[in-house]
């Protein structure tokens, strides 16, 4: 069993920066493949980041360049660091654990880009 809480959203400006994180509860947290998604009013989740236990890391396309995901073994947090913030961005970000047949996610963090 695994426990998530995120925090770090928040109210920020258009092209400001924000970093998320998730702390994970639980044995073994280095096995899991750890996912930032996020769901906008009105829109299914949808994947923004992930990173497998080995570092390798996939971003959505409306992200690349903007966005870093990462993790920390030792503390069993994973980061999400976003720059240049756009309204789009706007959604409500979940973290995610993911290994076989297991998947655990965490209540989500808002995160609101607005002026």
């Known amino acids: 069993q695994v426990q998530l809480v995120e925090s770090g959203g928040d109210l920020v400006q258009p092209g400001g920066s924000l970093r998320l994180s998730c702390a994970a509860s639980?044995?073994?947290?280095?096995?899991?493949?750890m996912g930032w998604y996020r769901q906008a009013p009105g829109k299914q989740r949808e994947l923004v980041a992930s990173?497998?236990?080995?570092?390798?890391?996939n971003y959505a396309d409306s992200v690349k360049g903007r966005f870093t995901i990462s993790r920390d073994n030792a503390k069993n947090l994973v980061y999400l660091q976003m720059n240049s913030l756009k309204p789009e961005d706007t959604a409500v970000y979940y973290c995610?654990?993911?290994?076989?047949?297991?998947?655990?996610w965490g209540q989500g963090t808002q995160v609101t880009v607005s002026s």
């Open positions: 995610n654990a993911r290994w076989v047949k297991f998947e655990y």
């Open positions: 639980g044995s073994l947290f280095s096995i899991y493949t």
């Open positions: 990173i497998t236990s080995g570092g390798s890391t």
